[in-house]
Structure formats: C-alpha cells, structure tokens
C-alpha cells in the first residue's frame, strides 16, 4: 500500500469515532476552533535516519533544524503562527551523546527564530538509527486559516520561491558531492513562516498548501479537495539556479508555498509581497473548473507522465 | 547522559523562548489554557521496536493498543479527557503490509473504546526497525488539573490499582514465556481514564500522575515538584498476584494512578470509588514536610535503595 492508499485507508476505519471539533486528516494540518474566533493547528512529521536524512551528509544541528523547519512549514502553509512542539527523538548509542546536544542546538535555533516554545515530548534509546518526530502546534484566528480546499475556478496559482534546489541537492549529496550550493540548500530548508502568515491575512488568497513531495504531486491534493482542475504554465515555473524544471516540478522537500489568490487582486497582491519581502512569487497558471491538471507552454497542452516525490 | 539528565539539559537551552501561554515539561502534560474555563492538554510517546516491544513477543493489534493506551494514562493521569490524537510510525518493508492493517485495527479499538479522534500524523518507511510516535490531546475544565506539583502534608498517597503484573510479565517475556497471565498485562496495559476523569473532578484529589517508570522512580518527580517528602509503607503496597514487592515498587509500565488525596477525605474519597468502579484504591502512605522518600514498616524506616525502571 502507499503512504497515501494507508492515510486513505486509516481515514475509513476511523470514520465512526466523534471528532471533538477537530477538522482532521487532508490538510497540512488538522485545526481545532477553541472559541474567541481563534483556532489551533496541528501537524506531525517523521524523520527517520536513512531515509529522510544520512547522517554522514548533514550535521546534527542542520537535522535539528530541519526536523523543526518541516513541521513549521505546515503550520505556516495553513497561515497560522507556530507557537509551541513537542519533539521525540530516538538514538541510538552512538548519536546519545555529543550528537544529540548538537541536534538540540540546533533544535533551539530555529525554536528561537521564530518563537516557539518546547513543551514536551519523549527521548529514548534506539536500537538501530535514530528517529525524530516534531508535533508542531499553531494558533490563528478563524477568518484567516487557509485551507487546500478554497481554490476557485479562475483563482492564479502562484508559488512563493523557486523550485528544485533542494531535490538538486539531494542528488549531489547521494553522489557524494556533500559541498554543492544546492547540497546546502537540501540540508537547510527555510520554511516560509513570516511568507505564510502574511498570505493569511489577505482575503484575496483562497487554497494555500506548501510544497513537500513536489509541486506536480502536492498540486494534486489541492486540486482534488477543491473539486477544480488546473493548467500550469511550464515556462513559468520558477527553476532554482543549477537545477532543471522537471526537478523543479517534482522533486520534494522545497518546502515553498504554493497558493491560489483571486484573479483581480493578484497583480496587486504580488507586488506587495516583494515590498514586504523583498523577494518576489511566481504566477506559473491558473485553477479550472475541471480536467485534472493539465501541463501547457505557449497555451497549448504538453502530454507528461511527471509524478512528485515519495518517501514511501 | 541519563533521560532525565538529557531533559533538565533542554529546559535550560529553552529557558529564553516565549512560552505563549503553555505550561510545559515537567508534568504528565503540556497545559495550554485556551479560554471559557478550558485547558487542552498534550503529552507525546515514542515506542522503539527492541526498546518497548519486540515484535515476536506480542501481536501487531496489541502493539497499536498498547501505542495509544500509555499516550491516553499520560492524559488521564492529569484529570482531563482524551480526545484527538496524531499517530506517526516509520514501517520497514516486512511490516508496511499486514502488520501496518492490523496495528491500525488495534489503534483504532482503543480509539473507539475512548472515542479519541485520529486527526493526523505521518507514515513513512524505516530503514530498520518499527518506531511509533504518538501525541495525544486532552480537554479539562481548568479547575480540574491535577499536576505533580499539589501535593500537601498530611496528604493520603494512594495508587489506583495493583502493580508489578506488568514488570513480572516483562520478565516472562524475555524468557520465552509468552502465554502467562502476567505477559499478557504487560502487553495489554489498561490506562485508567475513566478513573482519572472522576479523580479530576474531586477537589479532595491533589497531586496525580501515571505510574509508567516505576513507583520507586515516579513518586521523586511528584515530591520534587511539590517540594514534599514521603513514608511509603511496604506492607500497603498492592503486589498483583504472581509478582512480588520490589517488582511492584521498582518496575515499570502498570499505568495505574499514583494521587494524593486530604486526610480528611482520604475514607470517603476510597469508599466512593469501590462505589463507582466495583475495585479498590490503595493507600500507600502520607505525603510529609521534608526528608525525601522513606521506606517504612511497622512506623519504622527501611534503608532500601530502589530505583524505577529505565528505558534509556
């Protein structure tokens, strides 16, 4: 079974048991309105040594990091405010000393950077490789959550960075090529959380998602939940320096947004992200009504079988 | 460095970061009060495959019962009501199939058995070995959480049921002895929710928490966080059948209550919950002003150099 056959799977076995007001599986995170007119946000993400990360590729305090970036990466792509984790890690002998303080350095940097607190979680010993889980917990008010399920037909698709530097990265580093730029970029994700928070407080973005397992598979689940289809502009879609576009289109772990904002105010709306951030988003097409997604270049269909990244 | 050692490190590498209003490490939760009298709480487990189970000596379905189960005692231990949880587990290739169908039937029983929600996660694959990680949330009335840090003196310390089954069935376990009574607790631990529920809501009930490392090693987190000593008499500790004292003080994962109650309302507190749960509580001894934990028999101290149960 894949990873998303078991998710589609666990969702139907768990189909009788009450919700508590929990909005759960389907988005980047599950949201749970606590009155006031705020919600929390929930995501959870794995890490696991050989698969997600080598530990002879990245430091331990690029994989503290990055274990927390993932999950900020999904509180923010809803447009809330990360605030607090919990963090489980297992370690084998070998990782228990040194190593885990310099994960936790890490862990703490990033914490620092954008606010959020520790709050608990579980250490243990591992008998062989060591696993990391991050729950990561956002709040936002109600208004503002973003979800994939909002896009609109005739909304722009636009995503917030440009795309393939990290998969181009994951290919130098399993060449053994540990020192590239795009290596570097691979190790050290930078979550758009300021990005995604400010993209929630504008009405005229409707879906927001970010990009993990590849902007060709990630598109997908956008599109399935808003019950739209959508036409991408190969030309358009922004390719790291040094990488290719159909990296850009389906390797993982970019970690960019990527959002559909109405029609009428999306001119307007990019050219205050560049104020604001000083960096600008990238059009590359639109939502349909319907047709699944269709790739295009000079407005004209291009038939290709491109499919994201899986871990799984 | 030691769990416990590794923990006090993170608190100080954190002690600069905002806490935005949760209550964090140190208690059976996270506490994050979120208004109209709530509190949600938040506690995460990890379990190791050749740490916390091995995978011939109990049953996919008993492992995704046993998963959530200590993740519920965690939430119950602090008076609240579990209600939604994130499951991440990481599957080498011979467990991705059958085994992954019948964990999830076994993590959904428990969940319907405590009408918990599933409403997120992760699932990817492991390299080596089968790792688990859950975070589950609870809900309480504010006034009504227990923390390890309400113990008074002249409290009634008490525990919720029997211990050592576990501890011994770990013991036959590991011998090859898979079909004894006390195997089959230790692999299907009963968290007590609907006790810690009622607990929660008498005034009488101070200090609580779960019993999960071992009597002898748990109550030290309780008194130093109410900053109390204790006499705990040895001839009051309810041994389950089969297993003996030191197994019952020492070993871990009973998953019973372990709760200090006002002298005053120690009797009838007893009485009304054989009333309400058909089975008894223990009284074990009296929380004191100072001196640490004492061993006592016959109102005499017994030097007795007992520690909890270790995973790491």
Same mark, same amino acid.
């Given at each position: 079974?894949?990873?998303?056959?078991?998710?589609?799977?666990?969702?139907?076995?768990?189909?009788?048991?009450?919700?508590?007001?929990?909005?759960?599986?389907?988005?980047?995170?599950?949201?749970?309105?606590?009155?006031?007119?705020?919600?929390?946000?929930?995501?959870?993400?794995?890490?696991?040594?050989?698969?997600?990360?080598?530990?002879?590729?990245?430091?331990?305090?690029?994989?503290?990091?990055?274990?927390?970036?993932?999950?900020?990466?999904?509180?923010?792509?809803?447009?809330?405010?990360?605030?607090?984790?919990?963090?489980?890690?297992?370690?084998?002998?070998?990782?228990?000393?040194?190593?885990?303080?310099?994960?936790?350095?890490?862990?703490?940097?990033?914490?620092?950077?954008?606010?959020?607190?520790?709050?608990?979680?579980?250490?243990?010993?591992?008998?062989?490789?060591?696993?990391?889980?991050?729950?990561?917990?956002?709040?936002?008010?109600? &208004? #503002?959550?973003?979800?994939?399920?909002?896009? /609109?037909? +005739?909304?722009? !698709?636009?995503?917030? =960075?440009?795309?393939?530097? %990290?998969?181009?990265?994951?290919?130098?580093?399993?060449?053994?090529?540990?020192?590239?730029?795009?290596?570097?970029?691979?190790?050290?994700?930078?979550?758009?959380?300021?990005?995604?928070?400010?993209?929630?407080?504008?009405?005229?973005?409707?879906?927001?998602?970010?990009?993990?397992?590849?902007?060709?598979?990630?598109?997908?689940?956008?599109?399935?939940?808003?019950?739209?289809?959508?036409?991408?502009?190969?030309?358009?879609?922004?390719?790291?320096?040094?990488?290719?576009?159909?990296?850009?289109?389906?390797?993982?772990?970019?970690?960019?947004?990527?959002?559909?904002?109405?029609?009428?105010?999306? &001119? #307007?709306?990019?050219?205050?992200?560049?104020? /604001?951030? +000083?960096?600008? !988003?990238?059009?590359? =097409?639109?939502?349909?009504? %319907?047709?699944?997604?269709?790739?295009?270049?000079?407005?004209?269909?291009?038939?290709?079988?491109?499919?994201?990244?899986?871990?799984?």
């Amino acid at each position: 079974m894949t990873e998303f056959g078991f998710i589609a799977h666990i969702q139907q076995l768990f189909a009788g048991i009450p919700d508590h007001g929990f909005e759960g599986i389907g988005d980047d995170c599950a949201v749970l309105p606590v009155g006031g007119g705020e919600s929390l946000v929930f995501t959870a993400d794995l890490l696991v040594e050989g698969v997600h990360f080598l530990r002879h590729a990245a430091s331990a305090r690029e994989i503290g990091r990055k274990s927390l970036a993932v999950n900020l990466s999904d509180v923010a792509s809803m447009g809330a405010q990360p605030v607090a984790t919990l963090l489980s890690i297992a370690l084998p002998p070998d990782a228990a000393g040194t190593w885990a303080e310099e994960f936790m350095e890490g862990y703490r940097e990033l914490s620092a950077e954008y606010s959020t607190a520790l709050i608990g979680g579980d250490t243990t010993r591992s008998a062989a490789g060591i696993t990391i889980n991050v729950t990561a917990i956002g709040r936002i008010r109600d &208004e #503002r959550i973003k979800r994939r399920s909002a896009a /609109r037909p +005739g909304d722009r !698709i636009f995503v917030g =960075g440009e795309l393939g530097a %990290s998969g181009t990265g994951l290919r130098d580093l399993l060449a053994g090529r540990l020192d590239t730029p795009a290596a570097a970029v691979h190790r050290n994700p930078q979550p758009q959380v300021a990005e995604g928070i400010w993209l929630g407080r504008h009405d005229a973005v409707h879906a927001m998602m970010d990009i993990s397992d590849g902007l060709a598979s990630d598109i997908l689940h956008l599109l399935e939940r808003s019950g739209t289809g959508a036409e991408i502009d190969l030309d358009r879609i922004p390719v790291a320096e040094g990488s290719d576009l159909e990296t850009a289109a389906c390797a993982g772990e970019d970690y960019k947004l990527l959002f559909t904002v109405a029609a009428d105010a999306a &001119e #307007r709306l990019a050219a205050e992200f560049r104020d /604001r951030f +000083g960096s600008p !988003i990238y059009p590359i =097409g639109r939502i349909t009504d %319907s047709g699944g997604l269709v790739w295009t270049r000079n407005e004209k269909p291009v038939p290709l079988d491109w499919h994201g990244f899986r871990h799984y």
